[in-house]
């Protein structure tokens, strides 16, 4: 198969997303390896996602024909869950992990480490974390790195 995927992309992750959606997932990530031959997908929901959940989301992607007519037997599928201390790389992922704990470092002088509880986002699309004593809300622009920190409590 001679791909183009970049002209694709958008079409496939709309596919993606809709399939991981009728499974009861979020779809946090989607790349492809053209040179490797690898398609990467990750995907999320609020009670985990486990290997079944990942073998579940493979094996419905290589029966739907609108993905195998882009991928066939050419690509690898890799399917995911986000790992426990992830980096957060888009807005959207400080949507999927409202109510995880966060550890957020941005290039504002007042406040240039922020850990806490992510909140969300409020109408101006600035980060809402609440760090104990108070509910902070930063500029998605002025956020450095962004990262999930995992709880142990027992």
Not at 32 to 57: A, F, L, N, S
Not at 84 to 112: A, H, N, Q, S
Not at 121 to 149: A, Q, S, T
């Amino acid at each position: 198969m001679n791909l183009n995927i970049t002209d694709m992309k958008e079409e496939i992750i709309e596919i993606v997303t809709n399939l991981a959606e009728q499974l009861g997932y979020k779809l946090v990530e989607f790349s492809v390896d053209e040179k490797h031959k690898r398609v990467y997908i990750v995907i999320y929901k609020k009670t985990g996602i486990t290997i079944q959940d990942c073998e579940d989301m493979t094996k419905e992607l290589l029966q739907d024909m609108d993905y195998v007519e882009r991928f066939g037997k050419d690509y690898n599928l890799e399917v995911s869950s986000p790992g426990v201390e992830r980096f957060l790389k888009t807005i959207e992922e400080y949507k999927i992990f409202e109510g995880k704990e966060v550890k957020i470092i941005t290039d504002i002088e007042e406040t240039p480490v922020i850990t806490g509880v992510l909140k969300g986002l409020d109408n101006e699309d600035r980060i809402i974390i609440e760090d104990g004593f108070k509910m902070h809300r930063i500029p998605y622009g002025n956020i450095k790195k962004g990262v999930l920190l995992f709880n142990f409590s027992f």
